[in-house]
C-alpha cells in the first residue's frame, strides 16, 4: 500500500468521528451503505428546505461510499457540500484528492461554483476508474488514463 492514500485518511478520519472505538473498513462501509440507502430518499429537491440531520448524514455516508470506489455519490456530495457547516465541510476537504478535480475547480465552495464541479462529475463519471491500492480516482480516457502518464515517468 503506498505510503500516502487518500481514501484510507478519509475513512479513518469519519470512522474517528463518528465511533468510541475502532472500527474496520466492512463496518464503515457497511454503516455508509444503510445510513445512504436510508437517508438519500429523504432528502427534499431544494436542499436548504431539507432536514439538517438527512442533509448530514447523506453528505458523510456519501463520503465514506466515495472512499470505497462508489462514484455515482460524487454528486450528492457536491450538491450539499454548500450547505453544511464549516467542521463537516473540512472533513471532506480530501475530496478533490481522491476525485481528480480540474485545478481550476478545485478551490471552488459557493453554490454558484460548485455547479461547474458538477457539471464535470457529471461529464466525466464514466471515465473515473478507482484504484483502492493508491486510494483515488483516475480519469481514464480513450485506453489512456492519469495513471498510465505517471507510470511512464
Known amino acids: 500500500m503506498p505510503l500516502y492514500n487518500p481514501a484510507k485518511i478519509l475513512r479513518d478520519t469519519i470512522a474517528d468521528r463518528k465511533n468510541n472505538g475502532p472500527i474496520s473498513d ?34 458523510m455516508s456519501a463520503g465514506v461510499l466515495i472512499t470505497f470506489g462508489y462514484i455515482d455519490v460524487a454528486e450528492d456530495i457536491f450538491q450539499i457540500y454548500p450547505y453544511m457547516i464549516h467542521p463537516l465541510q473540512a472533513i471532506m476537504s480530501r475530496i478533490p484528492e481522491i476525485i481528480p478535480i480540474p485545478a481550476e475547480l478545485k478551490y471552488m465552495r459557493n453554490r454558484s461554483e460548485i455547479s461547474e464541479i458538477l457539471k464535470w462529475v457529471k461529464n466525466n463519471k464514466a471515465f473515473l476508474q478507482w484504484d483502492e491500492q493508491n486510494g483515488r480516482y483516475f480519469l481514464k480516457k480513450d485506453n489512456f488514463s492519469e495513471s498510465d502518464e505517471k507510470k511512464s515517468t
Open 26 to 59: 466492512e463496518e464503515l462501509l457497511a454503516g455508509a451503505l444503510s445510513a445512504y440507502e436510508s437517508y438519500r430518499e429523504k432528502l427534499l429537491d431544494d436542499l436548504l428546505l431539507s432536514n439538517s440531520l438527512v442533509r448530514s448524514t447523506v453528505y
